[in-house]
Structures are given as structure tokens and as C-alpha cells.
């Protein structure tokens, strides 16, 4: 047990600090009082006071954290303008983050998915430059019988080129294409002697194990790779493409992530992948058996996964604060207190159910629910 919460601990410390850093750095940029910042919610395990009277502190449950403005009246940055107005005056109203311009608060709300964003940026690149990334193409060297890939017509020494439309440039990147798929027919682009083709592959979906052993449902095309002329390609990168594949890494995980929550919304994807907290836990410590350079890379494609889950337009996160300015930016004034009273409970509504969700799927993987 412990073996999972110590590295659980370490990546939720380190991904919410950037997130929460990102606010902080903007909102001090901007001339914002922060009066706490916060790793963790509830009672404070420790903390201390800087210069600028900011109370920097641990909580006791490390789950998320949060930046707290000189004049809100809770952790979610919610403040009455017109009671702040008549309270503060002269010094005081220029450490108001709700008085601030419009774009220096859409800036400070969007530095916390930004700083995640840069996290995984800063990860990625460092893998490239310092370890290496795998450039061996992908060559089919089986093709099982009556399975989809026989079916749709890839043959024996095909060499993969792209998966619905990305490039495959590593043997690595096969089955991540295929199981970030949210299209029931998949389009392989194959050379085949001299020619290039472009065939059409349904896949099937079983049950299956992933790398650390979980149970999940895989997608399938019934084929065996290997390694073109059994060459392999391990490529430390310069600093301009190692910056162009970190890019293209974050761009791509961003965008199958949105799909992929698209089409469970749908109804078109499997919604039983969709973990918590206890999921995150359980695959931070089986990573973590494998080396600190897994585990980092984790750390990156979580970062990313809170930058992005943040800037949903829901009321609490990052993106329903960008809702509200955009609002405003239409209307010309904020939206009146009760309106965002309302949709904060909406917010609160909806996390809380997605919670739930997530946790019940996190029991059942644990084997508690069938």
C-alpha cells in the first residue's frame, strides 16, 4: 500500500504546485495580493509566511490545491464586486484580483493549465535530449489469421506509415494510435513494396491486460511487429526537434484526450476507463516500480490531463472562470452575483457526480463491484 501512496503523493504535490504556481506568478506579475497558497485541502499539516504575507501550507488531504486572492471570499475565487468596492479603498484596491482588467484575470485563470501544459513540455524535451526517442519503423511481421487486420488486407512486411491520419514514426506508437482510436473503422496507410495503400480496419475490442497487468478493454487488430530489417532506431534529439516532438506529444495526447471524452459522452466509447484519485494511486506506485524516468513520463501525461480537465467550462474549474469572462466581454459587466451563485452550484453539482463516477469505477477495478 504504501508503495502506491508515497508516488501518488509526490505526483499530485508536483503537478498541482506547477498549476497552482501558474496563477501565482501571473497574479503577482499583475500586482494581485495572494494571501494563501495552498497544496492540499482542509486542515494545514504545516506552512510558513513570506515577505508579501502569502501563507505557503501542506494540507492534510492532497488532492488538489488551490491560490487563494487578496479580497475572495472563498478558495474558488469568488468575490461580491460592488461589497469589495465599498471595503476596500485607496492601496487595497490594487491588490483586488475582481477589479483587475479583463485579460490580466483571464491571464491568471489560464496560467494554471498553461503551467501544466509547460510541465509536461519541459518533460518530454528533457527525454528526447537526454534519453533519446525511438525512431524504428514499424514493419508487420504477422498477421493472425481471420483476425480484422486479415480482413481489411494488411499482409506480412507491410510497413506501417499513419493511423488515422498521424504518422507513425516508432513501432512504440502502433498500439497508442489504435487504442486512442475513437472511430470504429480505422485507416492504416501501409507501404507495400514500392506502392503506398490506404486500407480500412475495424478493430475488435476484448479483454485484455495492459502493460502493468490491469484489466482493460483493448482494442485489437490481430497483427505482430517488429523492427525494420530488426534495426533499432534510438535517437538523442537536438534541441529544435526534441522542442517539435515535445510539442506534437502534448498537441496529440490533448486532442485524442478531448475525443476520447467526446465519445464517451456519446455513448461511442468506454466509460470504464475513466478513473479517479485511487486509479491514479494504484498506476503512479505499479509505474514507479519501473524507474524514475517512467514515472516522470507519467507525471507529464498527467500534467497535461489536469491543464486540460481545468479548462472545462464548468463553474469551479478553470474554464468556467473563462466562461464568466467571456460573458462579460459580451455583455460589457460581470454576471451578476446570483446568476454565478447558480451556476457554481451547478459546478459543484457536477463534479461531485463525476466523483462519484470515478470512484465507483476505481472500486470495481479493485475487484469491489462486479
Known amino acids: 500500500m504504501l508503495s ?23 497574479a503577482k506579475r499583475y500586482g494581485v495580493g495572494v494571501t494563501d497558497f495552498s497544496i492540499g485541502f482542509g486542515q494545514e499539516l504545516f506552512g510558513w509566511n513570506d515577505k508579501s504575507g502569502t501563507r505557503w501550507k501542506i494540507c492534510w488531504i492532497p488532492l488538489g490545491g488551490y491560490v487563494k486572492f487578496f479580497g475572495d471570499r472563498n478558495v474558488y475565487s469568488q468575490a461580491d464586486q460592488e461589497k469589495i468596492i465599498k471595503k476596500y479603498s485607496g492601496e487595497d484596491r490594487e491588490k483586488l484580483f475582481v477589479l483587475k482588467p479583463l485579460y490580466q484575470r483571464a491571464l491568471i485563470v489560464f ?36 483476425s480484422p487486420a486479415m480482413v481489411g488486407g494488411l499482409k506480412q512486411n507491410d510497413i506501417i506509415l499513419e493511423i488515422d491520419g498521424n504518422k507513425v514514426e516508432s513501432i512504440m506508437e502502433v498500439s497508442k494510435f489504435i487504442m486512442t482510436s475513437t472511430d470504429e473503422i480505422i485507416d492504416f496507410k501501409v507501404r507495400r513494396s514500392n506502392d503506398e495503400l490506404l486500407l480500412k480496419i475495424k478493430p475488435d475490442t ?40 515535445a510539442i506534437n506529444e502534448v498537441y ?119
Open 4 to 26: 502506491y501512496i508515497l508516488p501518488f503523493i509526490v505526483l499530485i504535490i508536483v503537478v498541482v504546485f506547477i498549476h497552482e504556481y501558474g496563477h501565482y506568478y501571473f
Open 111 to 146: 496560467g494554471g493549465p498553461l503551467a501544466n501544459f509547460l510541465l509536461a513540455l519541459i518533460i518530454f524535451f528533457s527525454i528526447y535530449t537526454f534519453v533519446g526517442k525511438d525512431f524504428t519503423p514499424a514493419v508487420i511481421n504477422e498477421v493472425q489469421d481471420d
Open 206 to 245: 476484448i479483454l485484455g491486460e495492459d502493460n502493468l497487468g490491469n484489466k482493460i478493454n483493448k482494442r485489437i487488430v490481430g497483427i505482430k511487429l517488429g523492427a525494420y530489417n530488426d534495426q533499432i532506431n534510438h535517437v538523442k534529439l537536438g534541441p529544435t526537434k526534441a522542442v517539435y516532438h
Open 252 to 370: 496529440y495526447v490533448s486532442i485524442s484526450s478531448l475525443k476520447y471524452i467526446g465519445a464517451m459522452i456519446f455513448g461511442k466509447a468506454d466509460t470504464s476507463q475513466l478513473g479517479g484519485p485511487i486509479r491514479i494511486a494504484k498506476i503512479s506506485g505499479q509505474v514507479a516500480e519501473f524507474g524514475i524516468l517512467a514515472f516522470i513520463s507519467m507525471m507529464a501525461y498527467i500534467s497535461i490531463s489536469l491543464g486540460l480537465i481545468n479548462l472545462f467550462p464548468i463553474p469551479m474549474l478553470d474554464g468556467g472562470h473563462l466562461m464568466f469572462y467571456a460573458f462579460e466581454k459580451v455583455l460589457g459587466r460581470p454576471l451578476s452575483q446570483k446568476t454565478q451563485e447558480g451556476f457554481f452550484r451547478i459546478g459543484l453539482f457536477l463534479l461531485l457526480s463525476l466523483m462519484l463516477f470515478t470512484t465507483f469505477n476505481d472500486l470495481k477495478d479493485l475487484g469491489l463491484f462486479k
